[in-house]
């Protein structure tokens, strides 16, 4: 993840990768580097459910971005301050305004928070050797 490609600009390995379209806000390190998820702005969800343990659902329905603050190019060791913002936003008015372009799949998305195949989800974990009933 840290290393250049075709599609990055510079020929450097990353000391910091920031991505998005995952849906999940997360931060790893690995390799003495940082991995950033800024999350998703307009479909936030998460893949691990279950209706007895869930908390309230507009704690992931939220818009999400992440705020770096930190000195580029710098030679020197500097802290890195991340912070991950959620934002309550209309989802109402959001499937209003592109009613014809979004499909159901994404319409349950946006409202519950949650991944249109859990099936799918459970089935990956299950391989994994993840016991589901007891997340």
Do not use: W
């Not at 507009?58 to 930190?70: D, F, M, P, Q």
């Not at 959001?94 to 799949?105: G, W």
């Amino acid at each position: 993840m840290f290393e250049p490609n075709t599609l990055t600009i510079s020929n450097n390995i990353a000391d910091i990768v920031i991505y998005g379209h995952i849906h999940i806000q997360l931060m790893n390190k690995m390799y003495n580097r940082t991995l950033i998820c800024c999350g998703s702005v307009g479909n936030n969800l998460e893949y691990i459910r279950n209706e007895k343990k869930d908390g309230n659902i507009l704690n992931t329905t939220c818009a999400n971005y992440v705020i770096i603050e930190g000195v580029m190019d710098s030679k020197e060791h500097n802290t890195l301050d991340v912070d991950f913002i959620q934002v309550q936003y209309d989802i109402e008015k959001e499937l209003e305004d592109s009613k014809k372009i979004i499909e159901d799949a994404t319409i349950y998305e946006l409202k519950n928070g949650k991944y249109r195949d859990t099936e799918k989800i459970n089935n990956i974990l299950i391989k994994q050797g993840i016991d589901i009933k007891n997340i």
